[in-house]
T-cell receptor, first 117, second 114 residues
Framework: GAVVSQHPSWVICKSGTSVKIECRSL??????MFWYRQFPKQSLMLMAT?????????EQGVEKDKFLINHASLTLSTLTVTSAHPEDSSFYIC?????????????FGDGTRLSIL | AQSVTQLDSQVPVFEEAPVELRCNYS??????LFWYVQYPNQGLQLLLK??????LVKGINGFEAEFNKSQTSFHLRKPSVHISDTAEYFC????????????FGAGTRLAVHP
């Protein structure tokens, strides 16, 4: 149980376009979803926390207008990278958690590798 | 504020040898501690977690970790590693309540050689 599906797994697009990444909890309701960014050979950096039906809380230094997060339902959150540029190329990972069990850690998706040409 | 320090960026080891990956944390409140493994181009898989109770925690794939409050450490150990254990390992800390945000260490690359 507790599967998180992230789509797409890999995307290549031209500079200036917008890219949407989906994160779905398949068999549980995710009250909270987290979005991380990971540079090569580095750790995960939390970008934002989103609660269903609320605006996302962004970490310091993350541009909210650049990285749009929507958490419209208990099973889906999306991250849209707007007007993407090469410096936005990275590995993006989502995770999902539920307040139903405060002992349950976050469940991670398999990540999306974004390459901007 | 909470922080996590993984003392070794890379750990090379021969197959069937024991290994220890070190993790120290800093927090002014009680914490939950986690070890995750990441294989290339994949997300994170939970190896084990410490929430409360016994300080020796056993996880998947033969890994275990010991919580040491006085030394603020949560080192990961395996008595005999396999080639398939080659991966990146992350130690993480969160506040009470699993839905709080996780703070990750920089990661340790475990390279198992034949």
């Amino acid at each position: 149980g507790a599967v998180v599906s992230q789509h797409p797994s890999w995307v290549i697009c031209k500079s200036g376009t917008s890219v949407k990444i989906e994160c779905r909890s398949l068999d549980f309701q995710a009250t909270t979803m987290f979005w991380y960014r990971q540079f090569p050979k580095q750790s995960l950096m939390l970008m934002a926390t989103s609660n269903e039906g609320s605006k996302a809380t962004y970490e310091q230094g993350v541009e909210k207008d650049k990285f749009l997060i929507n958490h419209a339902s208990l099973t889906l959150s999306t991250l849209t990278v707007t007007s993407a540029h090469p410096e936005d190329s990275s590995f993006y990972i989502c995770s999902a958690a539920t307040t139903g069990d405060s002992n349950q850690p976050q469940h991670f998706g398999d990540g999306t590798r974004l390459s901007i040409l | 504020a909470q922080s996590v320090t993984q003392l070794d960026s890379q750990v090379p080891v021969f197959e069937e040898a024991p290994v220890e990956l070190r993790c120290n944390y800093s927090s002014s409140v009680s914490v939950y501690l986690f070890w995750y493994v990441q294989y290339p181009n994949q997300g994170l898989q939970l190896l084990l977690k410490y929430l409360s109770g016994s300080t020796l925690v056993k996880g998947i794939n033969g890994f275990e970790a010991e919580f040491n409050k006085s030394q603020t450490s949560f080192h990961l150990r395996k008595p005999s590693v396999h080639i398939s254990d080659t991966a990146e390992y992350f130690c993480a800390v969160s506040g009470p309540g699993g839905y709080n945000k996780l703070i990750f260490g920089a990661g340790t690359r475990l390279a198992v050689h034949p």
